[in-house]
């Protein structure tokens, strides 16, 4: 039987709070790298980045043209910076970015 792919559900809650757990950065690059392939990782990072760039008000061209990406995932970033759950605003603004 397949499982339901929903992000919101108990066994993603308890991940969520496995996260809150680690208290520093070593920590939390091994947990990482045992949960998540090097490519999604570095997925991740570079849409922390995207993020980052497009809260300095980067043109997507040139965030993909710099991170090697696409614009559609640029775009994508973008929506989720303006019309997400506030996920990115959050990270961004305790990072010291606006």
Request: charged share 35%; proline share 1%.
């Amino acid at each position: 039987m397949k499982r339901a792919k929903k992000w919101d559900r108990q066994e993603a809650n308890e991940l969520f709070e496995a996260i809150l757990k680690i208290k520093t950065t070593d920590e939390c690059r091994k947990f990482f790298r045992d949960l998540c392939t090097p490519e999604e990782i570095v997925d991740m990072a570079d849409r922390l980045q995207v993020a980052k760039m497009l809260s300095r008000d980067l043109d997507y061209r040139d965030i993909a043209g710099r991170l090697g990406m696409s614009t559609t995932t640029v775009a994508r970033v973008a929506h989720w910076l303006r019309q997400g759950m506030g996920g990115y605003r959050l990270v961004l603004t305790r990072l010291g970015f606006k």
